[in-house]
């Protein structure tokens, strides 16, 4: 595509029409192509590869988004996911344009491992909420376990709390990884001085995506961790004070 087309062109992997997991309500969910990150326990591999999904035109996402208006609004709205969707943060830009003109909740999840380009703060501009992945609050354990290390990230999430922009900070609880007490006191430290933020959540990790990194050639990374149960998601809630 041209430089000028990022604007009204994206790269899409999928589309989810009802979603009820990507901030509040009912959500209309779009899942664009392409990540820089190399997650260990990502779910979703087949996102990674920005060669891959299908070019889709601004108005042809935001006619279908409109079709679901009744479906989503007041209440719900639209999440733009991935991959890492500000990469693609012109797109998000013109299309939270759009819908902000119709009055539809705009929300953006994202690890925050971006620049914070112009281009970047304007899609924020439009943004009502960020759904934020707190990958690792440990620089070098997050570089382990992602591939980069969580600099940008908290500089981003420092960035939305300076401008009043809505946080729901996530992250994957995975036993053994990110589930160290001492690393948790420390990201409730980190929460705790953000003044955004409307909601913490711990994401019980599952090795439900592993088929897709065989089915793609790949050896899967955590192999033989188990998923997180109730009870660790538990403990970690009560180490935040939740």
Not at 128 to 138: A, F, Q, S, T
């Amino acid at each position: 595509m041209e430089e000028k087309d990022l604007k009204y062109y994206a790269k899409v992997h999928s589309i989810e029409s009802f979603g009820t997991v990507d901030g509040p309500g009912i959500r209309f969910v779009l899942f664009l192509q392409g990540c820089h990150l190399k997650c260990k326990y990502c779910h979703n591999r087949d996102t990674w590869d920005i060669n891959s999904g299908n070019y889709m035109s601004l108005d042809d996402i935001f006619a279908k988004i409109v079709r679901y208006k009744n479906y989503i609004c007041p209440n719900g709205g639209v999440t733009v996911t991935g991959g890492e969707p500000l990469l693609q943060a012109k797109f998000i830009a013109e299309l939270f344009k759009k819908l902000k003109a119709e009055n539809i909740h705009t929300c953006v999840d994202t690890s925050g491992i971006v620049a914070l380009t112009d281009d970047v703060k304007d899609a924020l501009s439009f943004t009502d909420l960020v759904l934020l992945d707190i990958k690792h609050i440990d620089e070098q354990k997050c570089k382990e376990l992602v591939g980069f290390s969580n600099k940008l990230e908290l500089e981003f999430a420092r960035y939305l709390s300076d401008n009043d922009i809505p946080i729901w900070i996530r992250q994957v609880l995975i036993p053994g990884i990110t589930d160290n007490e001492a690393d948790l006191l420390k990201l409730k430290e980190f929460v705790d001085s953000l003044k955004s933020v409307q909601k913490v959540e711990f994401l019980p990790y599952h090795n439900l995506g592993e088929f897709k990194w065989k089915k793609l050639g790949f050896k899967y990374e955590l192999q033989g961790i188990r998923p997180a149960t109730d009870e660790d998601v538990k403990r970690a809630k009560e180490i935040l004070g939740m």
